[in-house]
């Protein structure tokens, strides 16, 4: 564009000349060197103006797209690797597995000073966190509460993580009218509670015999929350039961001397105690021991109970509380009564002679209460008493066994069982009101 524009302004001076008609002879006596100052100050004075003014023109844009190879630096990325240990595994084999570095590894070892690694087992949850590709922190979660938090960043560390559990209190009131199981599952009462709420009454009251329609069943209990989430149902606080016009309560207490333990209004322990020898004037005459020769059949067959040598006739007591479950005869255990306890216990009395008059299932019997008396019914050498004690399905030998607690309250805690059990019972009035609304 420059280069036309020169040339067309030199034409117009070539132009000029000829057309004035200057003589050749008057510019060859010009001296050289002037007219070539004169020419070239000419010429810079012309181009600077056409710059300037080229300049000062707005041409108009063009898009211009320009092209770069950038490397793009993308941020480290959190990410989350999840394993659920096996049977056999141990550390040292996951954490190669997940590439943990040694150097990592050993220095994990090495912090793990109260040997808490240790308690790892199968089925436990392994998240190792990453920031990009560098391990972050290996977390094992043991349950919904507990977890061990192994640190792997700037700084190395192993300790047990706790999280906060908030307890949050529910009440409930409910009229049996099918079931007591089904009416409580109606009025959303968790699963757990409703087993618990018979176990707790099963001392006094039998959940097959005795359950009548319209008994009425009222429950407060706990619910336990993490972080806005539930993690499980908790212990019942209280509970009252009217069965047949009869009422039964049972206040959670912690006693000083027996732990948590579940007392009515006077103070008295809801579990019963039992009779270790449920007869009188007895001896042993054959341990428990699943290992024995039996006298009969002169084979090992395990002798699951006690043998109470007795004479024929003397009064078999009830060693607890209970209902009758069974009467009448079993193989070789001759006649035979069976009375189910509370807490899922079961005790057993055979080789008789007779029962009690008119005994019969369903029949309530109390502590020390005759039942039957001895003989030598079935497979027997001899007139005696066999005893066993039952732990859900379990014999086990009545001897030895730990029976329930059925101690009163701590009397130096006696005023503050009282206060508690006044704000139970405050607090299922109140919601009573409520409801009745």
């Known amino acids: 564009m420059i280069t036309s524009d020169i040339c067309s302004f030199f034409k117009c001076i070539r132009h000029a000349w000829v057309k004035k008609k200057v003589p050749f002879v008057l510019t060859s006596r010009i001296n050289s060197n002037f007219f070539s100052g004169v020419f070239f100050g000419l010429i810079s004075f012309i181009l600077l103006t056409y710059i300037d003014t080229k300049t000062n023109y707005y041409e108009p844009e063009e898009n211009v797209l320009i092209s770069e190879n950038l490397t793009e630096r993308l941020p480290n ?30 220095k994990i ?18 998240e190792f966190n990453y920031l990009g590709d560098k391990l972050q922190s290996i977390e094992i979660i043991k ?57 707790i009454f099963s001392w006094d009251v ?17 619910i336990e929350y993490s972080n806005g989430s539930k993690i499980s149902n908790g212990d019942i606080m209280f509970a009252k039961f009217i069965n047949k016009n009869k009422t039964y309560v049972a206040q959670r207490f912690y006693d000083d001397d027996q732990g948590k333990q579940y007392f009515n209004e006077s103070g008295d322990n809801i579990k019963k105690a039992f009779l270790r020898a449920p007869l009188d004037f007895a001896y042993i ?19 699951n109970g ?13 060693s607890g509380d209970g209902t009758i479950s069974f009467v009448g005869r079993k193989s070789g255990y001759g006649r035979t009564v069976e009375i189910k306890h509370g807490g899922n216990i079961k005790t057993l009395y055979a080789h008789l002679e007779k029962f009690k008059p008119k005994l019969k299932v369903g029949d309530k019997v109390k502590q ?10 079935g497979q027997a050498t001899g007139t005696h008493l066999h005893f066993e004690f039952w732990q859900g399905l379990t014999r086990t030998d009545p001897v030895k ?32 009101l409520l409801v009745n609304e």
């Not at 007795?310 to 009830?318: D, H, M």
């Open 77 to 106: 990325i959190n990410n989350k690797i999840i394993h659920k240990v096996n049977e056999g595994e141990n550390l040292s084999v996951i954490f190669e597995d997940k590439k943990v570095p040694l150097n990592t590894a050993y």
């Open 109 to 126: 070892f090495n912090f793990d000073k109260d040997n808490i690694l240790s308690g790892i087992k199968p089925n436990d949850l392994m």
């Open 143 to 199: 349950d919904e509460v507990n977890s061990i938090l192994i640190s792997t960043d700037q700084e190395i560390f192993v300790k047990n993580i706790k999280k906060d559990i908030q307890k949050i209190k529910y009440i409930r009131k409910g009229v049996i009218d099918e079931s007591f199981y089904k009416d409580a599952l109606k009025i959303g009462i968790p699963d757990s509670i409703i087993m618990d709420f018979a176990y």
């Open 206 to 222: 039998d959940f097959i015999f005795d359950i009548r329609k319209g008994d009425i069943f009222s429950v407060i209990y706990e």
């Open 285 to 303: 005459s054959s341990h428990f021991n699943p290992n024995r020769m039996h006298p009969i059949l002169h084979r090992i067959k395990a002798h």
């Open 306 to 318: 006690v043998d109470y040598a007795a004479q024929r006739n003397t009064p078999v007591k009830a």
């Open 368 to 377: 020390g209460e005759v039942i039957a008396f001895v003989g030598d019914s």
């Open 401 to 432: 066994v730990k029976l329930p607690s059925a101690k009163t309250i701590n009397t130096n805690q006696l005023d503050e069982f009282r206060n508690l059990l006044t704000l139970s019972l405050k607090s299922l009035d109140e919601y009573n």
